[in-house]
């Protein structure tokens, strides 16, 4: 026959806040090893992609890990992948340009229109 195994927490419904595991002790004892859930990377901000560079943890122990595991050297460091910064940065480069040749245009037709 089995041997009983009794909870070592209180809750004892199957949630997943309450999963656990049977594991045999040195001493021979079956016990439960109540299991953590598992964590999530955070994800991009524009792709949904997972942030390569920053571990996995779950929200609270952010807390107490040091700043360099949290984020990467980077614009944007910590909430957007490099793809989408790059693709940021050269937007902001094209409609600075548009400006600028919307501005010549406008003068060049300006200078025109007096001759």
Excluded at 95 to 101: D, G, S
């Amino acid at each position: 026959m089995a041997q009983r195994v009794t909870l070592r927490k209180r809750n004892p419904y199957n949630t997943t806040s309450n999963r656990r595991r049977v594991v045999k002790t040195p001493g021979g004892r079956l016990v439960y090893h109540h299991l953590k859930k598992p964590a999530t990377a955070p994800k991009c901000g524009d792709c949904g992609i997972a942030l390569p560079g920053i571990i996995a943890l779950r929200p609270r122990q952010y807390a107490t890990v040091s700043k360099t595991k949290k984020t990467v050297r980077r614009a944007y460091g910590g909430s957007r992948c490099g793809d989408c910064v790059k693709q940021r940065i050269l937007r902001a480069f094209l409609l600075e340009e548009a400006k600028i040749v919307k501005k010549v245009i406008k003068s060049q037709q300006k200078a025109g229109g007096r001759q």
